[in-house]
Structures are given as structure tokens and as C-alpha cells.
T-cell receptor
Framework: QQPVQSPQAVILREGEDAVINCSSS?????VHWYRQKHGEAPVFLMI?????EQKGHEKISASFNEKKQQSSLYLTASQLSYSGTYFC????????FGKGNQVVVIP | DGGITQSPKYLFRKEGQNVTLSCEQN?????MYWYRQDPGQGLRLIYY???????QKGDIAEGYSVSREKKESFPLTVTSAQKNPTAFYLC?????????????FGDGTRLSIL
């Protein structure tokens, strides 16, 4: 079942912070995060496993709350290069992707 | 450099025609996947394969077929039964079908109807 991502779109200025969320109605074994720029392939950012861990990629970090069946991605001190669509994938025998969070960082 | 190669980049299909999208990987990955991407819909799984000579239907397999005769190759055929084939198709691979393994994507094929 497809996870739900929110908000659908975020516009922020360079240097600002943002949080995007991914939630599922099913129990999760792991959550994957990918970023896709327009017309390009999705690029892997990080995987979070059960245990409430946090991970980071550049100044992008994420948390995974398995009890709440949700993950959040934190964009800290955003850069122009952070623009793109962020997809979460939730694992339950196989990966199911959400519809994405569109992030636009402006100067 | 290791990676996934999809071809062609753009493809046009006539009514009633079958077309085949190529996907080749040299990452020595066992698992391969095909996704369809429509605007605002995210990535939807068409077919996946854990190992050579084995593949499983995903969420939207109707109108598509695949084969996995070689570890490196996982071609997707869009048949005439797929009534709305216009989309961006992405091929991916991973070491195995495991929750802790990232998927690596090709650059995609954009299919349109003539």
C-alpha cells in the first residue's frame, strides 16, 4: 500500500529549514528516501531501519518512528541543490513509493 | 563505471503495436525492477525479479510483460493491451530483494503514443 507524503509541495528560501513527512497504515521494516530532479533518475539518499534511528546525508537528516509508522526528512539550511521531488519508499515485502514531496528552494 | 543503462531515451508507439524497453545493469545485482511514473503519481511497480528466470507482478502489471534470461538484463514489453502507455518508465536494481538494500535507477525511457 502506497505511503502518504506531506506536504505535497514546499517552497523555501536558501538557508531555511523544512520538514517533509511520510506515513503508512502498515507496519514498516524500513523506510527509503530518494530525490529526483526533473527529467532525471531518482537518487538514493538514505535508508532507515527499525529502531528509531536517525541518519544524515549532507545537511539532510531523517528519523523513523516505527510505532507511529512514519518517517520525517529534515532539510536544514537548505541549498539550491536541494530542489527536487523527494520520494519515500516503505518496505513491507517489497518497496512501495509515495507520490512525492516537491521541494523548491529559491535564492 | 557500474550502472544501469536504459534505452531508448524516447520511444513512440503506434496503436496496436508492442514495444520493448531495454534495461541493462553491470552492478552484479540480483534484483531488478520496472516502475512507471506519471505526473503526480509517484513510482508504481510494474514487475520485479529477484533472480534469473524468475519474476513477479507488481501493482500495475496488466498490459506489460518481462523476461529475465540473463542477470544483467530485464527488458519490459509494453503490449497493445496497455491502453494508456504514455509515461516515464524507470528500471532499477538492488543487490537483493531486502529491506536494507538501496535501489539504483537508470535514466528512464519516455514512451509516447503516436
Amino acid at each position: 500500500q502506497q505511503p502518504v507524503q506531506s506536504p505535497q509541495a514546499v517552497i523555501l528560501r536558501e538557508g531555511e529549514d523544512a520538514v517533509i513527512n511520510c506515513s503508512s497504515s502498515k507496519a514498516l521494516y524500513s523506510v527509503h528516501w530518494y530525490r529526483q530532479k526533473h527529467g532525471e533518475a531518482p537518487v538514493f539518499l538514505m535508508i532507515l531501519l527499525k529502531g528509531g534511528e536517525q541518519k544524515g546525508h549532507e545537511k539532510i537528516s531523517a528519523s523513523f518512528n516505527e510505532k507511529k509508522q512514519q518517517s520525517s526528512l529534515y532539510l536544514t539550511a537548505s541549498q539550491l541543490s536541494y530542489s527536487g521531488t523527494y520520494f519515500c519508499g516503505t518496505w513491507n515485502n517489497r518497496l512501495a513509493f509515495g507520490k512525492g514531496n516537491q521541494v523548491v528552494v529559491i535564492p | 563505471d557500474g550502472g544501469i543503462t536504459q534505452s531508448p531515451k524516447y520511444l513512440f508507439r503506434k496503436e496496436g503495436q508492442n514495444v520493448t524497453l531495454s534495461c541493462e545493469q553491470n552492478l552484479n545485482h540480483d534484483a531488478m525492477y520496472w516502475y512507471r511514473q506519471d505526473p503526480g503519481q509517484g513510482l508504481r511497480l510494474i514487475y520485479y525479479s529477484q533472480i534469473v528466470n524468475d519474476f513477479q507482478k507488481g501493482d500495475i502489471a496488466e498490459g506489460y510483460s518481462v523476461s529475465r534470461e540473463k542477470k544483467e538484463s530485464f527488458p519490459l514489453t509494453v503490449t497493445s493491451a496497455q491502453k494508456n502507455p504514455t509515461a516515464f518508465y524507470l528500471c532499477a536494481s538492488s543487490i537483493g530483494l531486502l529491506s536494507n538494500q538501496p535501489q539504483h535507477f537508470g535514466d528512464g525511457t519516455r514512451l509516447s503514443i503516436l
